[in-house]
């Protein structure tokens, strides 16, 4: 059974890509004990299904998995880094590699 449900709105801004992207993502996350799973609307306008670990140090936390939904791989890697409600993850358009930066506000 799920510990936890969380809803959230997150707002991004892309860093380094050239097209223009979708920059708010609804968002619903299952988590039990460091396990995650969940969707979201991304930013290439599809819903994107996502499984992986949290790992929680001092001040951080680290989200590892893989997720889909988007154009260039069914299935991709996925990595953010969460401060507070802060993230930055890494992202790849065209070969180019480019940063997504934003604030989640969870309900």
């Known amino acids: ?19 223009n992207y979708n920059e708010i993502h609804p ?5 039990t004990d460091n396990t995650i799973s969940g969707a979201f609307y991304n930013s290439e306008r599809t819903i994107s299904f996502y499984t992986g670990k949290e790992f929680t140090f001092d001040t951080f936390t680290v989200d590892m998995g893989i997720v889909t939904g988007y154009y260039d791989a069914k299935i ?6 969460k401060k507070n409600n802060f ?21």
Do not use: Q
């Open 1 to 19: 059974m799920f510990k936890e449900i969380i809803l959230s709105l997150a707002l991004s801004n892309h860093v380094g890509f050239d097209n």
């Open 76 to 81: 991709a890697p996925m990595m953010i880094i």
């Open 27 to 31: 968002h619903i996350r299952f988590k």
């Open 87 to 107: 993230f930055i993850m890494p992202g790849v358009e065209n070969k180019t590699i480019g940063l997504v930066l934003g604030y989640e506000y969870v309900f």
